[in-house]
């Protein structure tokens, strides 16, 4: 009867192991990266439905916090004038669509990306564990230093408030942090 019991115990314990197994293999609902896909250039995701390419697993990428071997990501193809008058609502409108990417990279990831803004927009531009890439924000511009810079040249500044949750802060027109003109959202 021992030996029966014992037999019994080791199928019971081999099912379970199966079925685990099974669980962990098993396609994520919702689709998208999560599912293998790899975003291409054009933000769409190969391997999914509707792409040309076939899904593949990604190329090992070096870490986050390795910017200096990162590529010189490329710029707004119109950089705003010096001298260029911005109105208030312009630069509300620059900061709001950086709000849109850090919520698209949310939504992929399931955080905000983290560090300086030049890691962050290392993050953005495909230096993440999933390689998504996302657009620089329109009317905003990455500075020589990888950094993205509000409509008057002027880098952002990001304040971390939680995983889901980020400050950004544009200087405003006088081009100075912490003063009364500068342009905020969360």
């Not at 099912?15 to 099974?22: Q, R, S, T």
């Not at 990428?61 to 609502?89: C, D, F, H, I």
Request: charged share 15%; glycine share 12%.
């Amino acid at each position: 009867m021992r030996g029966r019991a014992g037999f019994v115990a080791a199928a019971a314990a081999l099912i379970v192991l199966a079925l685990c197994g099974f669980w962990f293999l098993r396609p994520v609902p919702g689709g998208g990266a999560a599912q293998g896909g790899r975003p291409r250039e054009d933000g769409a995701l190969q391997g999914q439905p509707g792409s040309s390419a076939p899904a593949s697993l990604p190329p090992a990428r070096p870490e986050l916090g390795a910017t200096a071997s990162l590529p010189v990501p490329a710029r707004s193809a119109n950089p705003p004038a010096a001298s260029a008058p911005v109105s208030q609502g312009v630069a509300e409108s620059a900061v709001a669509e950086v709000r849109f990417v850090l919520r698209d990279y949310r939504a992929v990831l399931g955080e905000n990306p983290v560090g300086t803004n030049a890691e962050i927009m290392a993050a953005l531009l495909g230096m993440n564990s999933r390689q998504l890439k996302l657009r620089v924000p329109p009317g905003n511009t990455l500075n020589a230093a990888g950094e993205l810079a509000d409509p008057w040249g002027t880098p952002y500044f990001f304040h971390q408030l939680s995983g889901q949750e980020m400050e950004i802060r544009s200087a405003g027109p006088d081009r100075t942090m912490w003063t009364a003109d500068d342009v905020v959202v969360k």
